[in-house]
Protein backbone atom coordinates (compact mmCIF):
# COMPACT_ATOMS: atom_id res chain seq x y z
CA UNK A 1 0.00 0.00 0.00
CA UNK A 2 2.15 3.32 -1.35
CA UNK A 3 0.97 5.89 0.99
CA UNK A 4 3.04 8.43 -1.70
CA UNK A 5 2.99 8.12 -5.09
CA UNK A 6 5.16 9.88 -8.10
CA UNK A 7 3.14 8.28 -11.34
CA UNK A 8 6.26 9.55 -13.90
CA UNK A 9 9.34 7.62 -13.71
CA UNK A 10 10.92 10.03 -15.86
CA UNK A 11 10.55 13.41 -17.19
CA UNK A 12 12.69 15.15 -20.25
CA UNK A 13 12.59 18.95 -20.41
CA UNK A 14 14.80 21.40 -22.09
CA UNK A 15 17.21 24.08 -20.89
CA UNK A 16 15.39 26.88 -19.62
CA UNK A 17 11.89 25.75 -19.47
CA UNK A 18 9.60 24.54 -16.54
CA UNK A 19 9.53 21.06 -15.31
CA UNK A 20 7.17 19.87 -13.21
CA UNK A 21 7.51 16.97 -10.81
CA UNK A 22 4.19 15.55 -9.49
CA UNK A 23 2.98 13.54 -6.32
CA UNK A 24 -0.05 12.14 -4.57
CA UNK A 25 -1.01 10.77 -1.25
CA UNK A 26 -3.47 9.03 0.09
CA UNK A 27 -3.29 9.05 3.93
CA UNK A 28 -5.08 12.39 5.13
CA UNK A 29 -2.86 12.74 7.97
CA UNK A 30 0.17 13.65 6.26
CA UNK A 31 0.96 17.48 7.30
CA UNK A 32 4.16 17.94 6.40
CA UNK A 33 5.42 17.66 3.12
CA UNK A 34 9.05 17.65 1.24
CA UNK A 35 10.80 17.33 -2.09
CA UNK A 36 14.75 15.91 -2.04
CA UNK A 37 17.11 15.71 -4.91
CA UNK A 38 19.37 12.49 -5.26
CA UNK A 39 22.29 12.02 -7.79
CA UNK A 40 23.99 8.89 -8.02
CA UNK A 41 26.17 7.90 -5.43
CA UNK A 42 24.83 11.09 -2.67
CA UNK A 43 22.86 11.02 -0.43
CA UNK A 44 19.02 12.71 -1.01
CA UNK A 45 19.39 16.69 -0.43
CA UNK A 46 16.82 18.74 1.28
CA UNK A 47 14.91 20.74 -1.63
CA UNK A 48 12.10 22.62 -0.21
CA UNK A 49 9.45 21.93 2.35
CA UNK A 50 5.49 22.66 3.13
CA UNK A 51 3.36 22.38 5.92
CA UNK A 52 -0.40 21.63 5.53
CA UNK A 53 -1.29 25.24 6.21
CA UNK A 54 -0.19 26.33 3.40
CA UNK A 55 -1.11 25.83 -0.21
CA UNK A 56 2.86 27.37 -2.13
CA UNK A 57 5.86 27.93 -1.09
CA UNK A 58 8.75 29.49 -3.24
CA UNK A 59 12.59 28.96 -3.00
CA UNK A 60 14.42 30.56 -5.64
CA UNK A 61 14.00 28.66 -8.85
CA UNK A 62 11.53 25.78 -6.85
CA UNK A 63 8.19 26.33 -5.69
CA UNK A 64 6.03 23.90 -4.38
CA UNK A 65 1.96 23.73 -4.77
CA UNK A 66 0.08 21.52 -2.40
CA UNK A 67 -3.22 20.67 -3.15
CA UNK A 68 -4.82 19.30 -0.01
CA UNK A 69 -8.41 18.44 -1.28
CA UNK A 70 -7.06 16.00 -4.17
CA UNK A 71 -4.41 15.09 -2.14
CA UNK A 72 -1.83 16.18 -4.89
CA UNK A 73 1.78 17.87 -4.68
CA UNK A 74 3.58 19.75 -6.99
CA UNK A 75 7.20 20.69 -7.55
CA UNK A 76 7.96 23.65 -10.18
CA UNK A 77 11.20 24.10 -11.68
CA UNK A 78 11.66 27.70 -13.63
CA UNK A 79 14.32 27.72 -15.48
CA UNK A 80 15.58 24.46 -15.68
CA UNK A 81 19.17 24.11 -15.50
CA UNK A 82 21.42 21.24 -16.79
CA UNK A 83 22.60 20.70 -12.90
CA UNK A 84 19.27 19.61 -12.40
CA UNK A 85 18.94 16.45 -13.89
CA UNK A 86 18.95 13.70 -10.93
CA UNK A 87 15.83 11.50 -8.89
CA UNK A 88 13.38 13.86 -7.27
CA UNK A 89 11.60 12.06 -4.38
CA UNK A 90 8.57 13.32 -2.51
CA UNK A 91 8.05 12.72 0.86
CA UNK A 92 5.61 12.69 3.72
CA UNK A 93 5.06 13.17 7.49
CA UNK A 94 2.01 13.10 9.88
CA UNK A 95 4.11 14.14 12.45
CA UNK A 96 3.74 18.25 11.77
CA UNK A 97 7.65 18.13 10.82
CA UNK A 98 9.98 15.71 9.05
CA UNK A 99 9.65 12.69 11.08
CA UNK A 100 9.19 9.59 9.77
CA UNK A 101 9.39 10.62 6.40
CA UNK A 102 7.35 8.19 3.50
CA UNK A 103 8.70 8.81 0.40
CA UNK A 104 7.54 8.03 -3.13
CA UNK A 105 9.35 5.96 -5.63
CA UNK A 106 10.58 9.23 -7.48
CA UNK A 107 10.89 10.59 -10.53
CA UNK A 108 14.25 11.15 -12.72
CA UNK A 109 14.43 14.27 -14.13
CA UNK A 110 16.97 15.17 -17.28
CA UNK A 111 17.30 18.78 -18.29
CA UNK A 112 18.99 18.41 -21.77
CA UNK A 113 20.89 21.72 -23.16
CA UNK B 1 31.22 21.92 9.12
CA UNK B 2 30.99 18.24 8.67
CA UNK B 3 27.67 16.97 7.12
CA UNK B 4 26.51 13.07 7.23
CA UNK B 5 29.12 10.34 7.22
CA UNK B 6 28.62 6.70 6.51
CA UNK B 7 30.54 3.51 7.12
CA UNK B 8 31.40 1.48 4.77
CA UNK B 9 30.62 2.33 1.58
CA UNK B 10 29.66 -0.68 0.27
CA UNK B 11 29.89 -4.41 1.83
CA UNK B 12 28.95 -7.62 0.81
CA UNK B 13 27.66 -10.06 3.00
CA UNK B 14 26.39 -13.91 2.93
CA UNK B 15 23.25 -15.21 4.09
CA UNK B 16 22.55 -15.79 7.70
CA UNK B 17 25.30 -13.70 8.64
CA UNK B 18 24.93 -10.47 10.67
CA UNK B 19 25.90 -6.62 9.38
CA UNK B 20 26.77 -3.17 11.66
CA UNK B 21 26.49 0.11 9.51
CA UNK B 22 27.69 2.86 11.16
CA UNK B 23 26.52 6.87 10.77
CA UNK B 24 28.42 10.30 12.29
CA UNK B 25 25.94 12.81 12.51
CA UNK B 26 25.91 16.68 11.42
CA UNK B 27 27.33 18.51 14.04
CA UNK B 28 24.76 19.92 16.45
CA UNK B 29 22.44 17.13 15.35
CA UNK B 30 21.16 15.35 18.03
CA UNK B 31 18.52 12.77 16.11
CA UNK B 32 19.27 9.99 13.72
CA UNK B 33 16.96 8.00 11.22
CA UNK B 34 17.88 5.16 9.34
CA UNK B 35 16.13 4.09 5.82
CA UNK B 36 16.49 1.51 3.79
CA UNK B 37 16.47 1.96 -0.41
CA UNK B 38 15.98 -0.99 -2.22
CA UNK B 39 16.34 -1.01 -6.33
CA UNK B 40 13.43 1.21 -8.06
CA UNK B 41 12.01 2.10 -4.64
CA UNK B 42 12.42 5.13 -2.45
CA UNK B 43 13.56 5.31 0.90
CA UNK B 44 11.57 3.07 3.65
CA UNK B 45 11.84 4.31 7.03
CA UNK B 46 13.36 2.00 9.62
CA UNK B 47 14.07 3.56 12.54
CA UNK B 48 15.36 7.29 14.75
CA UNK B 49 16.95 7.75 17.54
CA UNK B 50 16.87 10.65 19.40
CA UNK B 51 19.14 11.48 22.32
CA UNK B 52 19.92 7.64 22.77
CA UNK B 53 16.49 6.59 22.71
CA UNK B 54 14.62 5.01 20.18
CA UNK B 55 11.99 7.12 18.78
CA UNK B 56 9.93 5.14 16.62
CA UNK B 57 10.13 2.65 14.37
CA UNK B 58 8.73 1.26 10.46
CA UNK B 59 7.31 -2.01 10.23
CA UNK B 60 10.84 -3.63 9.98
CA UNK B 61 11.68 -6.28 11.76
CA UNK B 62 13.47 -7.23 15.20
CA UNK B 63 16.15 -8.39 13.23
CA UNK B 64 16.56 -4.69 12.69
CA UNK B 65 17.79 -2.95 15.53
CA UNK B 66 20.11 0.17 16.27
CA UNK B 67 22.32 1.88 18.66
CA UNK B 68 22.69 5.66 19.16
CA UNK B 69 25.84 7.06 21.24
CA UNK B 70 26.20 10.21 23.56
CA UNK B 71 27.89 11.42 20.81
CA UNK B 72 25.19 11.33 19.05
CA UNK B 73 26.71 9.24 16.29
CA UNK B 74 24.80 5.84 15.28
CA UNK B 75 24.77 1.95 14.48
CA UNK B 76 22.26 0.08 12.58
CA UNK B 77 22.25 -4.40 13.22
CA UNK B 78 20.74 -6.57 10.98
CA UNK B 79 20.76 -10.38 11.85
CA UNK B 80 20.16 -13.17 10.11
CA UNK B 81 21.11 -11.29 6.71
CA UNK B 82 18.41 -12.27 4.59
CA UNK B 83 18.91 -11.08 -0.02
CA UNK B 84 15.83 -8.96 0.45
CA UNK B 85 18.37 -7.17 2.76
CA UNK B 86 20.41 -6.25 -0.41
CA UNK B 87 19.79 -2.37 -0.56
CA UNK B 88 21.01 1.10 -0.32
CA UNK B 89 21.02 2.35 3.87
CA UNK B 90 20.97 5.79 4.33
CA UNK B 91 21.07 7.72 7.58
CA UNK B 92 19.57 11.00 8.03
CA UNK B 93 20.51 13.49 10.69
CA UNK B 94 18.45 16.46 12.21
CA UNK B 95 18.73 19.09 15.28
CA UNK B 96 15.18 17.23 16.61
CA UNK B 97 13.08 14.40 16.00
CA UNK B 98 10.59 16.77 13.91
CA UNK B 99 13.32 18.77 11.66
CA UNK B 100 14.58 18.72 8.29
CA UNK B 101 16.78 15.77 7.97
CA UNK B 102 19.91 15.72 5.96
CA UNK B 103 21.16 12.25 4.41
CA UNK B 104 24.88 10.42 4.37
CA UNK B 105 25.84 9.07 0.97
CA UNK B 106 24.80 5.91 1.98
CA UNK B 107 25.97 2.10 2.36
CA UNK B 108 25.70 -0.31 -0.10
CA UNK B 109 24.91 -3.84 1.38
CA UNK B 110 24.78 -7.06 -1.15
CA UNK B 111 23.78 -10.32 0.25
CA UNK B 112 24.11 -12.86 -1.58
Known amino acids: DQQVKQNSPSLSVQEGRISILNCDYT??????FLWYKKYPAEGPTFLISISSIKDKNEDGRFTVFLNKSAKHLSLHIVPSQPGDSAVYFCAASARGGSEKLVFGKGTKLTVNP | ETGVTQSPTHLIKTRGQQVTLRCSSQSGHNTVSWYQQALGQGPQFIFQ???????GRGNFPPRFSGLQFPNYSSELNVNALELDDSALYLCASSQSPTDTQYFGPGTRLTVL
Open chain 1, 27 to 32: NSMFDY
Open chain 2, 49 to 55: YYREEEN
